[in-house]
């Protein structure tokens, strides 16, 4: 069982070097992988030289995510609101549907 294990973690491992080969035949991409590289290099050295700097990126990101999270709560919300007004009115619209329906049935065999 272990030895199954083994081979396909190398296959998944094979298979991913030989997909991130084939992508770097495309030029685009290539170059795309060369600037974000230089960025991250560029981030890196910035965060060396200040440390604070690093900290105070994280908690701006982490209040955004708050923020999106609050935004994301209140919307599903109103969502599950609106849903459960729409359980509530749905038998009642179908029953006027019916009578409707019935009356006008009615009308015709007369």
Excluded at 22 to 39: G, I
Excluded at 61 to 80: A, G, I
Excluded at 91 to 100: A, G, N, Q, R
Aim: aromatic content about 4%; some cysteine.
């Amino acid at each position: 069982m272990e030895e199954n294990k083994q081979i396909v973690l190398r296959g998944a491992v094979i298979g991913a070097a030989c997909g991130i080969l084939l992508t770097l035949f495309h030029r685009p991409t290539r170059t795309a992988l060369k600037e974000k590289w230089n960025d991250c290099q560029q981030k890196l050295d910035e965060y060396r030289l200040e440390p604070g700097r690093m900290s105070a990126c994280v908690k701006e990101k982490m209040e955004e995510t708050k923020q999106l999270m609050r935004t994301v709560s209140d919307d599903l919300s109103f969502l599950n609101e609106q849903v459960n007004q729409l359980k509530e009115t749905t038998p009642k619209v179908l029953e006027i549907i019916e009578e409707t329906k019935d009356h006008f049935q009615k009308k015709q065999k007369d």
